[in-house]
């Protein structure tokens, strides 16, 4: 029971494009998002969050959307950097406290 | 001011033997997580512990695995009696109290069972 999904494996992107990467959750407790950012053999770094009172977080290249309704969240790169290549894990939790459950992730390749 | 410290980097373990995996939460965290992320899969959580309590579980497989969060030292999570099944990347997160403050994730102890 896949509670956070990411139905895009991969995504491949032009260097100063936009990156687009999608979420979908379907348990309506989850009320904190987040963005981490995997590099291999590291762990996962945090990127960005967006609480449920919200439906936008902005912090410089990073834009996170959420749609409560849909029970979806976007993060959006821009301009994408060839650094910015990587796994990228949506993660939620809900309001008892920070265990989080993760995505599968996307794996994000900006070409030069 | 360093961040989430997991070690070993790397342990290979044979069948049937135990592995012991140590993390020391960033300075001022007293709430550690660990989750277990196998190939190709995201992270998935097994147990939250704060100063010597464990607060929640449910992650965890009913039998050959423990975790503690002693007063003095790192935080432990234990296998005994390994299985192939059970080579993956573990990785420790801390936060602070302070409500809704990520995760910051320590580099990982990744385990293979030979």
């Known amino acids: 029971d896949q509670q956070v999904k990411q139905n895009s494996p991969s995504l491949s992107v032009q260097e100063g494009r936009i990156s687009i990467l999608n979420c979908d959750y379907t348990?309506?407790?989850?009320?904190?998002f987040l963005w981490y950012k995997k590099y291999p053999a590291e762990g996962p770094t945090f990127l960005i969050s967006?609480?449920?009172?919200?439906d936008k977080n902005e912090d410089g290249r990073f834009t996170v959307f959420l749609n409560k309704s849909a029970k979806h969240l976007s993060l959006h790169i821009v301009p994408s950097q060839p650094g910015d290549s990587a796994v990228y894990f949506c993660?939620?939790?809900?309001?008892?406290?920070?265990?989080?459950?993760f995505g599968g992730g996307t794996r994000v390749l900006v070409k030069p | 001011n360093a961040g989430v410290m997991q070690n070993p980097r790397h342990l290979v373990r044979r069948r049937g033997q135990e592995a012991r995996l140590r993390c020391s939460p960033m300075?001022?965290?007293?709430?550690v997580y660990w989750y277990r992320q196998l190939p190709e899969e995201g992270l998935k959580f097994m147990v939250y512990?704060?100063?010597?309590?464990?607060?929640?579980e449910s992650g965890m497989p009913k039998e050959r695995f423990s975790a503690e969060f002693p007063k003095e030292g790192p935080s432990i999570l234990r296998i005994q009696q390994v299985v192939r099944g059970d080579s993956a990347a573990y990785f420790c997160?801390?936060?602070?109290?302070?409500?809704?403050?990520?995760?910051?994730f320590g580099n990982g102890t990744r385990l293979t069972v030979t």
């Open positions: 997160a801390s936060s602070s109290t302070v409500e809704d403050s990520p995760l910051h």
């Open positions: 348990n309506s407790m989850f009320d904190y």
């Open positions: 967006i609480s449920s009172i919200k």
């Open positions: 993660a939620a939790s809900d309001a008892a406290g920070n265990k989080l459950t």
């Open positions: 300075k001022g965290h007293s709430h």
């Open positions: 512990l704060q100063k010597e309590n464990i607060i929640d």
